[in-house]
């Protein structure tokens, strides 16, 4: 926002949030709202197509990114009951049009909207996580733009979530429970709940709120952090009646760069490393 008190209450309410559980609500972010309404949209054309239509992009094994449906998932003994759609995006300047490449090279000329919709949709996330890169700087007591140049030019994935309803939701799970490997994922929900954080031995539903990202730390930051902040359990659940959506950012850093923490983190008596260096 420009004003100081408003920034070091927000990385106060936010470092809070990082030593507990991970997970916070952002609100005020200036993203177009009408570009998130879109995102959600196209979303919506993406999935509906005939499964032939999507398997055009269907993720080869071992890869991140492409087409998934339900029967590929991971992470727990139930069912996963999902389709999702993963592409990369870079905010290096000579990758300023990697999303519009990725749908035009893989779904055909047909979709260079869709390419257009989503690669300014990661453009604002990018910008927005640099924006949170500050806040998570002060709340640590480094400098201010430690992380957001480290993330400057990040490497992400941008991921859409589809969950259709289930007859019998109790023997599945959208997504099971695991934590993030990435540094940080920023998710906008639709107006179907389902997203559940596990805090003091319990799960806690997180509810749908148009007007507001979600944050969580991933384990790559919570290495960036020497362990300070946390990196927190969650899941997704899915219902009878109706189909959930989301779009998830997930921030990675740009591939050459070493994950260690600022020195500042770092003392021999009272915070020794914990995590070896490496790189994403």
């Known amino acids: 926002s420009g004003d100081p008190a408003a920034a070091m209450e927000a990385s106060r309410l936010v470092g809070k949030a990082c ?3 991970g997970f916070f609500l952002v609100v005020n972010h200036g993203v177009d709202a009408k570009l998130i309404s879109e995102a959600h949209r196209y979303m919506d054309d993406f999935f509906e197509l005939p499964l032939c239509e999507k398997q055009r992009s269907r993720r ?3 890869e991140h990114c492409g087409y998934a449906s339900s029967f590929t998932g991971r ?3 139930k069912l996963p009951w999902k389709e999702t759609l993963s592409f990369r995006y870079s905010a290096e300047k000579n990758s300023s049009n990697i999303v519009e ?3 035009r090279n893989t779904m055909g000329q047909d979709f260079c909207q869709f390419g257009r919709v989503y690669q300014d949709y990661c453009n604002a996330m990018s910008t927005l996580s640099l924006g949170i890169m500050e806040l998570l700087g002060m709340s640590l007591g480094v400098n201010q733009a430690h992380f957001r140049d480290f993330f400057e030019e990040n490497d992400s994935i941008m991921r859409l979530n589809y969950y259709p309803p289930c007859q019998e939701p109790e023997l599945v799970l959208g997504t099971g429970p695991h934590c993030d490997p990435t540094s940080l994922t920023i998710l906008h929900q639709d107006t179907v709940g389902g997203l559940q954080v596990f805090v003091d031995n319990e799960w806690h539903c997180i509810g749908p709120n ?3 990202f979600v944050v969580n730390i991933g384990d790559t930051f919570m290495a960036l952090s020497n ?7 969650h899941r997704a659940v899915v219902n009878n009646k ?3 959506k989301s779009l998830a950012f997930f ?3 740009k591939k050459d760069k070493v994950v260690s923490p600022p020195r500042e983190l770092v003392d021999n008596n009272n915070n020794p490393r914990i995590y070896p260096d490496f790189t994403w």
């Open 19 to 21: 030593r507990k559980h």
């Open 60 to 62: 080869k094994l071992g």
């Open 75 to 77: 992470f727990s003994s």
């Open 101 to 103: 490449d990725y749908f």
């Open 210 to 212: 148009l007007s507001a």
């Open 227 to 233: 362990g300070r902040y946390k990196s927190c359990l």
């Open 242 to 244: 109706t189909t959930r």
């Open 251 to 253: 921030l990675c850093p």
